[in-house]
């Protein structure tokens, strides 16, 4: 019995003592010094890992470079990819306008086709542009939709060039009457009947001559002549007109600028909320008429004719009756 008490204390007397309170106490500095060291053994290894993986994909990559030429070109095509995307966000809610060269490393998929259409919902517009936008639909027999897009464009415009936008909207009516594929004899074209071989360095940043029948293009490019045209006449709304009609050097400009004024005036009303009347032009182009004229002659040359086989007929019944 003796010699078992006496191995259980040798044991106890070798045992660790048990710790005190002083020494289960948080020391900051300590504590400091274990995170120092587990994190600067976590970035060597770490260092380490990444030195051995560059070596490996550097010694490939020396046995087999077309594997090397394969990532880059898959490297540049994202890149590029990505820097259109981030070019692309110019022009959120404008996709009709965007420079053919940023879609071309897209997928279709890319832009949507509510993007690429030119219109915009009327009530999304304030509401001295939505009134003028419904007035425009109305009398030009248009979707509302696009119209809004346009009328939004050239508030845009109007305030970034200091001119009335129910100015631009006016001479686009008489223009084209808000038809974007419209082309005049001489080449006039789109909606703000711009002379494409004229000012085909304007469509340039909008990747070419084709951009003119872009609506907002078009709009965007038929501004910029109009406000250089004002300029050349000395800063005359009028002659500034009569400039961008082609008139001026002629006497007259057959009414060109008294039709885009009135429905200027128009419009205005419309803008600053005084009703104006929505009337169709009654104006019949001359070509017609001319044919119109001619249907009838011809009408009364056919009647002239019958009446006279009539009456020739009625005189040889006679000459055998009296036979």
Not at 4 to 13: D, F, G, I, P
Request: hydrophobic share 45%.
């Amino acid at each position: 019995m003796n010699a078992l008490l006496n191995t259980a204390n040798s044991r106890l007397r070798r045992s660790k003592p048990l710790p005190t309170l002083a020494a289960l106490r948080f020391d900051p500095q300590s504590a400091y010094k274990n995170a120092h060291q587990v994190f600067f053994k976590f970035l060597h290894n770490g260092f380490a890992m990444l030195g051995a993986a560059i070596f490996l994909i550097c010694l490939v990559l020396m046995f087999k470079p077309d594997l090397l030429k394969t990532g880059e070109a898959k490297l540049i095509d994202w890149l590029q990819a990505r820097q259109t995307m981030l070019d692309l966000d110019d022009y959120k809610g404008q996709a009709s306008v965007i420079p053919s060269g940023l879609t071309v490393n897209l997928p279709e998929s890319a832009l949507d086709a509510s993007e690429r259409a030119t219109a915009t919902d009327p009530a999304d517009l304030p509401k001295q542009q939505a009134a003028v936008a419904f007035w425009i639909s109305k009398k030009y027999k248009v979707a509302p939709e696009p119209v809004a897009a346009l009328v939004e464009e050239a508030y845009k415009l109007g305030s970034k060039v200091k001119l009335d936008p129910t100015l631009i909207l006016a001479i686009m009516a008489i223009e084209s009457g808000f038809n974007p594929f419209a082309q005049s004899p001489v080449g006039a074209q789109g909606l703000m009947q711009v002379m494409t071989k004229i000012h085909s360095d304007k469509y340039e940043n909008f990747g070419g001559k084709l951009a003119a029948f872009d609506p907002v293009t078009n709009l965007r490019v038929g501004v910029k002549v109009l406000q250089e045209s004002i300029a050349r006449a000395g800063g005359s709304i009028e002659g500034g007109l009569k400039q961008y009609v082609g008139a001026a050097n002629l006497p007259h400009d057959d009414g060109y600028g008294s039709k885009v004024l009135s429905e200027y005036n128009a419009l205005h009303r419309v803008a600053t909320g005084r009703p104006a009347p929505i009337i169709a032009s009654s104006a019949v182009p001359a070509a017609i008429s001319v044919d119109v004229s001619n249907i009838k002659d011809q009408t009364e040359s056919i009647r002239t004719k019958a009446s006279g086989d009539n009456q020739n007929l009625a005189n040889k019944g006679e000459l055998l009756a009296k036979l």
